[in-house]
């Protein structure tokens, strides 16, 4: 791709900088590849205040880097632009934060279009009929009032300014990469959105993207997301500058803030934002609820969930509502949404996983240990495993169970308890052994363990959560 940048060209696949379009000026010069990704780093970013921090993860990512590097590399740039730090017209240095791009940018091709459009224009423009005139003056009253109803509707979003055809294709094809299941799908849709965010700097959607994309890059890693949480604030919050009642974006800000941040107060508002503004997303509704579960606001939880099974078909036996209500120890509501699920997938993975955890929470070990009998067979447990876990119960019940898959077993995988470390500390937990689940949970506090968010709630940690190591483990606003 070939922008305008100040009264420079770049190509931004080769790196090469000129005076014109062609490159074949005697003073053409080539940016190195790091200095290239920085500059496209403050392209995106253009007009805004770029931090350190966002420009180190950016360009050196998973690297462990000092300052002095961003310095040689806007040295180099600046020297390639012919910039002057002192007096800029290209990037200019924000003292404690980082640098801001200040020049113009434009596809190359932009302004060579205008110019066509405009010479063919005037070749061929002809004296217009009074039937020709008054035609166009109708279709410009028209369209002046669609214009105005549009502007004036309810929920209509009048800030995005749509690119070009051809960057909203590009944009589309990135948004269906990213619902493929692979990481060089996933990679190939952020480089399309940052593409995006350079030839149409206005189009607030595909800085969501962005951040969509990066931390789907980053799934299963916690702690990257959380180092990388001010580049996902910046990109958002450039987009709600551009577009400020887009409420995927507030949606995405919350869950940020939430699943990443751990950051409740932030969370909160951004979901209630989003709700407020697509009150018929049923989907934003349940992670409301969730949040709201996780922050003790049980009554507030209640209402989202009832909204989203009003909204969403799906809702109607989802087993994750039947998991919100054993949460809140409603074990009779549980047990009511439980049983929409019985009926219409009685052999499924999920129905055995809730049904085994509401049980355990009522005290019917028997009807547990069923369904944890079910689910091991899934997870394809031998006879002679399946005898042993057996045998435990018989003798020492769930504890006794917990305790051989813990010590024993050491199962590695999922069955409902979700992954070690935090499934030893919830086996360790029912097994009576509480310092050795303190220190797991300890371990999954390190790995920022999104799963910890309801550690307040849950009722596999009643027993714990006055322990001195963990208490305030979770910076929620509980009531």
Known sequence: MIIRLGEHFLNTATGALASDHKFDHINSVKLDHTALELLLCLIRYKGNNVSKTVMLNEVWPNKVVTEDVLSVAISHIR????????????IKTIPSVGYRLIANVTEANEESDKKSKIESTLINKAKPSIKVSLLKLAVVVVLSIFLIVIKDYPGADNSIELPSQAAINHYQKGRYLLTLDDQSSWQSAQQIFEDTIITAPNYAPAYRELVNVKT????????AKYKNVDEYYTLLNKSLLISPNDYKTHLVLADVAFFIEWNFDLAERHYNKATELAPLDGGAHFKFAEFLLAAGKFTAAIEHIKKYKNIEPTGYAIPSVAWIYNMMEDFDTAIIELNKLKTLQPNSF?????A?????NMGDEQASFDELLHIFSEVNYSESELSKVTEQFIQGGLAAVNLWLLEEKQEQEYIGQYYPPLSYARYATKAGK??????????ALKQRDTTLLWFNVDPKYKKLRQHPKLRNIINSTID
């Open 356 to 360: 085994q955890a509401i049980l355990e």
């Open 216 to 223: 789907k890059i980053l799934t299963n890693d916690s702690v």
């Open 350 to 354: 999920a129905y055995h996983i809730s």
């Open 434 to 443: 509480n310092e050795l689940a303190v220190d797991y949970i300890l371990q």
């Open 79 to 90: 020297k390639a632009l012919g910039d002057n730090a002192r007096d800029p017209s290209y």
